[in-house]
Nanobody, 115 residues
Framework: QVQLVESGGGLVQAGGSLRLSCAASGSAFSINTMGWYRQVPGKQRELVALITRGGSTNYADSLKGRFTVSRDNAKKTVYLQMNSLKPEDTAVYYC?????????WGKGTLVTVSS
């Protein structure tokens, strides 16, 4: 079992930055893929960014250049640095992990970008 706990969400003005963190705990010794998705009420959850244990990344095309995903394997933590935030980035951001053929999700952290 893997538990994921996000932190770092909040209210920011357009053009500002936020850094999200997600710490994994539980029985997971080594999680291959971790990352972030986001969801706006009434819409489907969408990919933000993923990163493998080796550091390979995959981003939503629309977010490349503004968002950066990274991880600290020793701490089992994944980060999302979000720059030049726009009101349309407002969403609940969910931490994601893929471990032994199972998907795990955090409870989400709300990011609100004001115009």
């Amino acid at each position: 079992q893997v538990q994921l706990v996000e932190s770092g969400g909040g209210l920011v003005q357009a053009g500002g930055s936020l850094r999200l963190s997600c710490a994994a705990s539980g029985s997971a010794f080594s999680i291959n893929t971790m990352g972030w998705y986001r969801q706006v009420p009434g819409k489907q959850r969408e990919l933000v960014a993923l990163i493998t244990r080796g550091g390979s990344t995959n981003y939503a095309d629309s977010l490349k250049g503004r968002f950066t995903v990274s991880r600290d394997n020793a701490k089992k933590t994944v980060y999302l640095q979000m720059n030049s935030l726009k009101p349309e980035d407002t969403a609940v951001y969910y931490c994601y992990a893929y471990y032994f053929s199972a998907e795990y999700w955090g409870k989400g952290t709300l990011v609100t970008v004001s115009s």
